[in-house]
Structure formats: C-alpha cells, structure tokens
C-alpha cells in the first residue's frame, strides 16, 4: 500500500479541521433546501425514516470507506484509484469510480450553483425588506417572479460560481476554512431561533408528525430511491469529494470517530432544517409538495413575522449561501486536483476551466425554470434530470463500487492499519456492511426503484 504521509495540495493541520472540511462540504443546500422539499414531495415520516437507515446502514460506512481510500492514495480521487489499484495489482478500470465521481460532481455543481444563486439573491431581497407584512401568496409571487427571470438567475449563478472558483484556486487551507470556523456555528444559532419561532406557530404538531410519522403507504420504490440518493448528496459521498478530503487527512488520525461527527451534524442540520419549515408550512395552509421552492417561500414568511425578522432573514440567507459556498469547492476539488497533478496546470487555470465549463452547463437550470420548463425528459426538466441522474443514480453507484472495492479487493490487514479503529468488534461489522450490506442494500434499491 501506499504510505504517503502527505499530498502535493497539502494537508489538513488537524483532526478537527478536516471535520471542519468534511462538515463544510455535508452541509449546505442539501441539507436545508434538498432535505425538506424531497421529505414534502415524498410524503413525510416514511421517507425520513428511510433516509436516516440509509445514512446510518450504508452512507457512514461508505464515508468510512470512501476517506480511508483517500488516505490511502493521497492523491485526486481518480489518481488515487489508479494508484492504490496498481499497488494491489488490480485493473486499472477501478479509476473508473474516481472518473464517475469527478463526471458527478461536475453535473452537480452545475446546478448547486443556480440554486445557491437563489440564496445570494435572497440576501438582498430580504435585506431590502422585500418580505415585510409578507403573506403566504406575496412570498409564492416573490419566488415566482425570481424563476421567471432567466437574467437574474444567471447573474447569481454567474458571481456564485466565481466565488467558488476563486477559493478552489487558492487551495482550501487559506480561504474557507477560517469563515467556516465562525459561520457554521452561527447558522446552527439561527437554525435553533427558526425552530423555537415554528414551535411557537399553530403548525408544530402537524408539521412534527408530518416529519416523524410513519406510513408506510406513502412510500413507493421510487420514494427509497429518493432517500438513498439523498442520503449521500448530502453526506457529500459517492463522487470523490470526500475521497479528495481524506487525500489531506493526517495519517494518524482515526477515520471511524471522525466520520461520525461529521454524519451526526450534517443529520442534525437537516432535521432542524425540517423542523423549522414545516410548522411554518402548515401553520399558513401552505403545500408541503410544493418542490425546490418551499424553503424560498416559507422562511420569508416566518421571518417577516418576527420581530427584526428583516435582519435575521438577511443573515439567514448569507449564513445559506456560506453554507452551499464551502461544499460546492469540494465539488469542484476532485476535478481540479486531477486537473493540477495530471495535467500539469495551475490550480488557477484549472478552476478557471472547470468553473466555465460548470457555469455553461449550468444554464440548462436556469432555463428549467422559465423558457424550457415544458421541456421534459421522462416527465422531468433538464434540472430535475440532472439531479435524479447524479444524486440517485450516480452517487450511490459510486457508493457501490466503493463499498464492493474496499470491501472485496483490499487485504484486510491494509485496510485495518489505514483506517485505524480501534474496536474490533466494530471493524468486524464495518467490512461486513461493505462486503454485503451496502452493495446488496444499494443494487436493490436501484433495481427496485428504476423499474
Ligand atoms: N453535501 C452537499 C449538500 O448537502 C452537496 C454535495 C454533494 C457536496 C456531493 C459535495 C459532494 O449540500
């Protein structure tokens, strides 16, 4: 195996900045945009529930999995499967999971960009007082209107993908990772004032049975598909984000802890997210189905209502957009480090190709919601194509073959010095879940729900 104890992109100073990383590139739109919307169009409680067995039975191990090979590598995901391939003598088709994962992230920053363009607009659409005496309706024409405008959905698109370019080319160590530190504590501070507000509203109970209640009847193949995609989108797996991440990871550090700190906040995050919308979406008779926009249209609604709501609307959507920023460059990280040690190029010019190529692909999304929204693929718009072909196809193929490469084709005795846990019972278990589990588990769902 290769015993790198450090990569050419450099190396995260501790333990708790790669979590730090690691929780920067989790949370973001998938967990407060994503999250309540999909539980809205797939019915509730059912669906949740399924999410979070998938994040525990399969998307935790799979992240174990997925940064121990990075460690491993210490390089670009591709590089790196190409490399801990070669030293166990295997073909070198497994860079394949490096080169889907790269193709993925590509494809999804493309449309997190439009979407986080949303979230730079609302700072200023909030900060301008857009939303004062707002109502169930003035909110939907706000958001309505903002759709309508193909140039104002550029625009944002357009600075969002220059700020996430502009931190990738400088290497994540010097920008980010200090605004993180201090933001994403902030959003959780926010996060719990939005809870204790939907507490207050008529709308809990109906909006916390509507999260935790389960029926059954409500969940199709197509539902638990959801959920699987979901569950890594946003634990960030599956495409070589997190692979990339771990290629910095200190090598005495402990993968199995790490990673759990990381599921728990990002799980966390969601269903506060959760929490929070749908008191509001019930308490104003508004449709928990109404897809990508129900964030956009209820959060104005509960700030408008709160004392100095205009302010914490503000910071609220600047803390989103903070959110969606440090986990978009670790889409575009895998590329780009790719980009730097095969290609020879500066990781300016690197990210200044991805980003352009991202951003033009990018106005697809745009389109989808105007002049192209009756253009459907299979009943979906070139967004929604994008994103149930990459976040419920992709990613947890991805997963698979990580799960079945670390699984079946590494030696145990590599496997267990790199990922270093300590509790044998747990390793035990945790090989058990890549070799059968989670292969099984995601190859049934996939055929299950494609039919
Ligand atoms: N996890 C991020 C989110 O929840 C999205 C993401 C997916 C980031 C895959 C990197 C890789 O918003």
């Known amino acids: 195996m290769a015993a790198e104890q450090s990569s050419i992109h450099g190396l995260w100073r501790n333990r708790w900045l790669f979590i730090l990383a690691a929780t920067g590139s989790a949370v973001g739109l998938g967990n407060i945009w994503k999250f309540p919307y999909i539980t809205g169009e797939n019915g509730g409680g059912a669906f949740v529930l399924v999410y979070l067995f998938c994040i525990c039975l399969i998307g935790l191990p799979v992240m174990v999995a997925e940064v121990m090979l990075g460690r491993a590598g210490r390089q670009s995901p591709i590089n790196t499967m190409t490399a801990v391939a070669k030293d166990l003598r295997l073909h070198r088709d497994w860079a394949g999971i490096g080169w889907m994962g790269a193709i993925a992230g590509f494809l999804i920053l493309s ?7 949303w979230a730079l607009s609302y700072i200023f ?11 169930a309706e003035s909110s939907g024409e706000i958001f309505g209107a903002l759709l309508a405008n193909p140039g104002e959905l550029l625009t944002w698109h ?3 993908m220059v700020l996430t370019i502009a931190v990738v080319a400088r290497g994540v160590n010097a920008g980010l990772e200090k605004a993180i530190r201090i933001l994403m504590p902030l959003l959780f501070v926010l996060l719990i004032m ?4 939907a507490l207050s509203t008529d709308g809990f109970d ?7 209640n389960f029926d059954a009847s409500k969940l199709t193949g197509e539902s638990v598909v959801v959920a699987l995609g979901h569950a890594f989108f946003t634990l960030s797996l599956g495409l070589g984000a997190i692979m990339a991440y771990g290629a910095y990871m200190p090598s005495d550090v402990s993968i199995g802890k790490t990673v759990l700190a990381v599921g728990v906040l990002d799980t966390v995050v969601a269903l506060a997210a959760g929490l929070a919308i749908f008191p509001i979406v019930f308490a104003n008779g508004m449709e928990p189905g109404a897809g990508p926009g129900l964030l956009f249209q209820t959060l104005p609604l509960a700030f408008s209502q709160m004392p100095a709501g205009t302010v914490f609307g503000t910071l ?4 989103v957009a903070f959110a969606a920023w440090s986990s978009s460059i670790s889409l575009a990280e895998p590329v780009v480090a790719w980009a730097v040690e095969s290609k020879g190029v500066s990781r300016i010019k690197a990210g200044a190709w ?6 033009i692909l990018g106005i697809g999304t745009v389109l989808s919601f105007n002049h192209w929204s009756d253009v459907t693929f299979m009943g979906k718009t070139f967004f929604d194509s994008l994103d149930f072909l990459t976040a419920n196809i992709m990613l947890p193929l991805g997963g698979l073959m990580i799960a079945v490469f670390v699984g079946w084709k590494m030696k145990e005795a590599d496997v267990m010095a790199e990922v270093k846990m300590s509790n044998p019972v747990l390793f035990e278990a945790w090989r058990l879940i890549l070799k059968y589990v989670a292969p099984v588990g995601i190859a049934f769902v996939l055929w299950n729900g494609l039919q």
């Open 125 to 135: 659409k909030m900060g301008g007082g857009a939303f004062e005496g707002a109502t």
């Open 316 to 319: 609220f959507f600047i803390l």
């Open 158 to 160: 357009t600075i969002f």
């Open 354 to 359: 991805v980003g352009f190529s991202a951003w």
């Open 194 to 197: 939005l809870l204790g507000y």
């Open 206 to 212: 109906q909006g916390f049975s509507f999260l935790f």
């Open 111 to 117: 449309f997190y960009s439009v979407i986080a363009g």
